[in-house]
């Protein structure tokens, strides 16, 4: 793929996301004393997940149990664009 200037990309994450992946798993690898290569290629792999699971909620909705985790602001005053997901209590 060539992006705005003409230069061959491979597709992936933009310099800004790959500083903070990278960032990110060097700080995880030193602290749990870690291979790095192993930390980012997990950290990587869970974004993706994470990303993917985004874009089917939004493109079919929420159908599963809703899991509590506790947040700094309610989710009625989050945004997220997505389809609203049943409450459960």
């Known amino acids: ?28 690898a030193r602290k749990r004393k870690e291979r790095y290569c192993d930390v980012v290629r997990h950290v990587r792999t869970r974004i993706r997940f994470a990303m993917l699971r985004t874009t089917l909620i ?10 509590n985790i506790k947040h700094e602001a309610p989710l009625s005053e989050v945004s997220y664009n997505l389809i609203p997901a049943p409450m459960m209590e």
């Open 1 to 28: 793929m060539a992006n705005d200037n003409n230069t061959i990309t491979s597709g992936g994450m933009p310099k800004e996301c790959e500083q903070f992946v990278n960032r990110l798993a060097d700080l995880i």
């Open 58 to 67: 939004a493109l079919r909705g929420y159908r599963g149990k809703k899991i």
